[in-house]
């Protein structure tokens, strides 16, 4: 069972600083993993995706990688308070034969703090 | 250029009834996903389609759920005998021919069983 586990929070952040998402999985297959933001009542939306160890940067968005650790988190830099809303953790693997959906955490409330 | 469509987008059914939840991917895309999202937890894979074929139906429940997508017209997702515990908001989303990770999701339907 693939599991991605996140802190649910609600993680309060003051607005201009940085707000550091954390994200484990569980499935030392996985390949591509991405982050996705959900404003209250609304769809999900993709705003990064990272395949490879590191970091990618992405205007105010970074997100890092260690596939040793298990480890993907999302850094925003100059917090505003139009970021406020659940991010959610993605993570998918391709194992052969079958058609791995993406698999989500339970998602990380954040709250900027104007 | 539309995104995904779902509709309706809120649906109320009694108990004992059936829901029928449409989605039409955005256009180009050949992939089409449902997922279900219940209060404080995360996206649940349940079916991944693609033309007349179900790849992936493995987060579907075994009993009263059924989905398709047609060679024409949009992919229906169908709940037979609705229980209260069916409620939740259902999400669809797309990806392109080739790739099964990036997905653009719909607003969303909303399903409440009285």
């Known amino acids: 069972q693939k599991e991605v586990e996140q802190n649910s929070g609600p993680l309060s952040v003051p607005e201009g600083a940085i707000a550091s998402l954390n994200c484990t999985y569980s499935?030392?297959?996985?390949?591509?993993f991405f982050w996705y933001r959900q404003y209250s009542g609304k769809s999900p939306e993709l705003i990064m995706s990272?395949?490879?160890?590191g970091d990618k940067e992405d205007g105010r968005f970074t997100a890092q990688l260690n596939k040793a650790s298990q480890y993907v988190s999302l850094l925003i830099r100059d917090s505003q308070p139009s970021d406020s809303a659940t991010y959610l953790c993605?993570?998918?693997?391709?194992?052969?034969?079958?058609?791995?959906?993406?698999?989500f955490g339970k998602g990380t409330h954040l709250i900027i703090q104007p | 250029n539309a995104g995904v469509m779902q509709n309706p987008r809120h649906l109320v059914r009694r108990r004992g009834q059936e829901a029928r939840l449409r989605c039409s991917p955005m256009?180009?895309?050949?992939?089409v996903y449902w997922y279900r999202q219940l209060p404080e937890e995360g996206l649940k894979f349940m079916v991944y389609?693609?033309?007349?074929?179900?790849?992936?139906e493995s987060g579907m429940p075994k009993e009263r759920f059924s989905a398709e997508f047609p060679k024409e017209g949009p992919s229906i997702l169908r709940i037979q005998q609705v229980v209260r515990g069916d409620s939740a908001a259902y999400f669809c989303?797309?990806?392109?021919?080739?790739?099964?990770?990036?997905?653009?999701f719909g607003s969303g339907t909303q399903l409440s069983v009285l």
């Open positions: 989303a797309s990806s392109p021919a080739g790739t099964r990770e990036k997905l653009f």
């Open positions: 499935d030392r297959g996985s390949q591509s």
């Open positions: 990272i395949y490879s160890n």
């Open positions: 993605a993570v998918t693997s391709f194992t052969g034969g079958g058609a791995d959906g993406l698999t």
């Open positions: 256009k180009g895309h050949s992939h």
């Open positions: 389609l693609q033309k007349e074929n179900i790849i992936d």
